[in-house]
């Protein structure tokens, strides 16, 4: 997860479902132990939110990664079992049991001793990822070790001829990161560092310049100063850091406690605890530099603007560069730092075009503490998000889900009670009444406070499901009190009318087929659309879109009544029958043995996707009735597509 969205600018980015993921890259390599026995290393380097399972998986769990050595005939002997490194063990809450999985990269030793002549070794490795919201299908990857030579073979892809939508993803991600800094730097803006800045600067401008026109000129450079001061603070990140550094942010157990913490100072700063400061001699430095004049001076100008605000810029700078960097793109604090500095610098050229403008300012005053203070609410309430990320990596339970949202009612709880006078902070001016303004942010926060109680009883609180934990992640997975629902099917109360291949999915009593052409047949025989479920066994998302989603009335009336429901599990391990074992068009030269192989290549093939879960609408000549969707959390977004879908084959029918 990785975004920073201030709670009254929360917003939605869809991702395209229709892209091959490829999140694993195999790279070999041999060490020679002597003349006659070799060690053969395979390393794998997994993209940044994914997780690759290990060899020993408990029985029931996940696919584990599963090496085949080819002995060429007696060639080679292969000596004792692959090694592989301690990676991470947590207690899974949906398979419930411990599983051990690797993160970012891992290393399989394994030895051999060579008997024959042949100086190549085949083999091949079957594995799994996951990452927070999806599973790949197991998959098979070709390695190659040459015991000639000490170099590395790179094996760089799994799927081979299919172009990705990937960077699609990241320009979605990186407009979110612009978008959200820009807000933060407005709300920069309105602190008291910066604030009466704004109408002193641009006076300076107008009045020492020979000219109007020379006035907006300096207050431009002056406003672009600052975004390459910003920027380069951007550039700074990326570059100390690198790629794989920010690529592990969202995922590593120690950073998100670390920014937990720096984002707990950060809070105590804004709500007057103290105030963070760069040294004096700094911004005199800077200072003294400022009256040289010309394009120098005013550059320094804008420095010192950055340095004597930074008591009130660096919480918001700092969380900024902590969230870009977490979205696990290495322009990301670089595109954030852009949007926030734009801006600050708007203001100074904007008003220095139009000065008559500076008198619709507001006066500075107490508001601009109370914006300060809001701020460290907002701060504060973002720092549990991070210690919720390491809790759920390392499987503690101690941040559940409703221990969250208990913290998360009394921060914007406290918060409504300061905007409405009940609470006073240090810095605070003494206050004789409220404005309108401040009443009606009240009156907001403390809707929103109510809005997150009855999570404590299980409601979903669509609004806010990207920041609390998973609903499986609490004492009460689905809510206090909750009972399963009644059957309310024909089906259910007379079996003996189910259809060959069919089944009903507990405990909802949902038809549904796992065998794609008696499905089609079944649709075709009563009239019905035909929804495909590309799913898994491994698949934690499929979980809880069935156990969240499709429970809910509006949903579960679909399934049962209007749609044909066909399950198709990629990682179906059960053989495929002799005759129905065919050549893979995606790997030439390897079978299809399993069932899962076979619904695997089907979704990546036809619908140029192989992340589960993913829904797709049909109708009886396989031709999609609406676009199909990916993990849908969003119950009336969810219900949406289904109605669109089905009323869409009426209107073909």
């Known amino acids: 997860m990785r975004k920073l969205i201030f709670l009254f600018a929360l917003m939605a980015f869809s991702f395209g479902y229709s892209q091959i993921l490829d999140p694993v890259k195999w790279t070999t390599s041999v060490e020679k132990i002597s003349d006659t026995e070799f060690k053969l290393i395979a390393k794998a380097t997994v993209e940044a939110g994914w997780h690759l399972y290990s060899q020993n998986v408990p029985e029931d769990g996940p696919i584990p990664t599963t090496f085949t050595f080819d002995d060429a005939n007696g060639a080679f002997k292969i000596i004792g079992n692959t090694t592989e490194e301690e990676g991470h063990t947590v207690d899974d809450p949906v398979f419930d049991m411990k599983i051990k999985f690797f993160e970012n990269k891992a290393t399989f030793e394994q030895k051999i001793k060579v008997i024959g002549d042949k100086n190549t070794l085949e083999a091949f490795v079957e594995f799994m990822v996951c990452d927070d919201t999806r599973c790949l299908p197991p998959t098979e990857v070709d390695l190659t070790f040459n015991l000639d030579t000490n170099t590395s073979t790179s094996n760089v892809s799994a799927t081979k001829d299919i172009t990705t939508s ?29 604030f009466p800045m704004i109408p002193m600067t641009v006076s300076f401008f107008t009045k ?23 920027v380069f603070l951007g550039i700074l990140v990326s570059l100390l850091f690198g790629a ?45 530099q400022a009256d040289r004049g010309g394009l120098i001076g005013i550059f320094f100008m804008a420095l010192a603007l950055a340095i004597v605000s930074f008591s009130c810029t660096g919480p918001i700078v700092g969380t900024l560069l902590v969230e870009a960097a977490a979205g696990g793109s290495q322009i990301g604090p670089i595109v954030g730092m852009l949007g926030f500095s734009l801006a600050i610098a708007l203001p100074f050229a904007l008003f220095a075009a139009f000065p008559g403008w500076l008198n619709s300012l507001p006066k500075s005053g107490g508001w601009l503490n109370t914006v300060k203070v809001v701020l460290g609410f907002l701060e504060l309430a973002l720092a549990f998000k991070f210690l919720s990320n390491a809790d759920l990596v390392l499987q503690l339970h101690w941040l559940e889900r409703e221990v969250f949202l208990a913290i998360w009612i009394a921060i914007f709880g406290a918060l409504a009670f300061y905007l409405f006078g009940k609470i006073q902070l240090p810095h605070d001016s003494p206050l004789s009444h409220i404005s309108v303004g401040r009443l009606s942010l009240g009156l907001i926060v403390m809707s929103f406070t109510i809005y997150m109680i009855p999570g404590l009883w299980g409601a979903p609180l669509n609004l806010i499901s990207a920041f609390p934990p998973p609903q499986h992640y609490s004492e009460s997975p689905y809510g206090v009190g909750f009972t399963q629902l009644g059957s309310g099917s024909n089906l259910a109360n007379n ?14 009593d949902i038809l549904a087929f796992n065998d794609y052409d008696k499905g089609l047949a079944y649709a075709k025989k009563v009239g019905k659309p035909v929804m495909i479920d590309f799913t898994g066994h491994a698949c934690v998302n499929c979980r809880k879109m069935e156990q969240n989603v499709w429970v809910k009335p509006s949903v579960l009336k679909f ?45 990546t093939i036809k619908y140029k996707a192989n992340t589960q879960p993913m829904y797709v609408l049909m109708d009886h000549n396989e031709e999609n009735l609406i676009e199909p969707v990916a993990y849908t959390p969003d119950v009336n977004a969810y219900h949406t597509w289904l109605k669109k879908g089905i009323n869409n084959f009426k209107l073909k029918n």
Not at 166 to 192: N, V, Y
Not at 208 to 221: D, F, L, P, V, Y
Not at 495 to 508: K, Q, T, V, Y
């Open 166 to 194: 990937s960077s699609k993803e990241s320009d979605k991600s990186l407009l979110g990161i612009f978008i959200i800094a820009f807000l933060s730097g407005f709300a920069a803006l309105l602190t008291p560092c910066v």
């Open 208 to 230: 020492q310049s020979k000219t109007k026109a020379a006035g907006i000129r300096n207050a431009i450079i002056y406003g672009l100063s600052i975004i390459v001061i910003y």
């Open 244 to 288: 794989d550094a920010l690529n592990a942010l969202s995922t590593n157990v120690w950073f998100n406690i670390i920014f937990f913490i720096l984002l707990l100072v950060f809070a105590a700063s804004f709500l007057g605890a103290f105030e963070i400061m760069l040294p004096n001699s700094w911004a005199n430095k800077v200072d003294s």
């Open 495 to 508: 079996h003996s009318e189910i259809p060959d291949g069919a089944h009903l999915m507990p405990p909802h």
């Open 559 to 603: 399934l049962k009544n209007d749609v044909v429901l066909i399950s198709l599990y990629v990682d179906d391990k059960r053989k495929l029958e002799d005759h129905e074992i065919v050549d893979s068009k995606l790997r030439p030269g390897k079978k299809l043995k399993y069932i899962g192989q076979k619904w695997s290549e089907l979704q």
